[in-house]
């Protein structure tokens, strides 16, 4: 069976497809095309640096937590270099 076919019958097992197809789109996914059929662009709220923040917080979060085990293995393992010297 394919993926596609598969994401298919799991979509409609569910009732996805008929949602999408029924429910209307929000009028901000919407574009809006000028007389000559080219997209107008629309000026929304400049972004600021509160909306980047939770993104920021997970990514040192991840950061911090690799560091911790890197230590943690390092520690465990007592690797010395083939050559002999030390770190």
């Given at each position: 069976m394919a993926?596609?076919?598969?994401?298919?019958?799991?979509?409609?097992s569910w009732g996805l497809n008929k949602?999408?197809?029924?429910?209307?789109?929000?009028?901000?996914c919407t574009l809006k095309?000028?007389?000559r059929?080219?997209?107008?662009?629309?000026?929304?709220?400049?972004?600021?640096?509160?909306q980047f923040a939770p993104a920021f917080i997970v990514l040192l979060i991840g950061y911090s937590l690799s560091f911790v085990l890197f230590l943690l293995e390092r520690k465990a393992r007592k690797v010395t270099p083939i050559d002999g010297s030390s770190f």
């Amino acid at each position: 069976m394919a993926v596609g076919s598969f994401r298919t019958l799991w979509s409609t097992s569910w009732g996805l497809n008929k949602k999408w197809r029924l429910d209307r789109i929000p009028p901000q996914c919407t574009l809006k095309y000028n007389n000559r059929g080219v997209a107008v662009q629309q000026v929304n709220l400049p972004l600021n640096l509160k909306q980047f923040a939770p993104a920021f917080i997970v990514l040192l979060i991840g950061y911090s937590l690799s560091f911790v085990l890197f230590l943690l293995e390092r520690k465990a393992r007592k690797v010395t270099p083939i050559d002999g010297s030390s770190f």
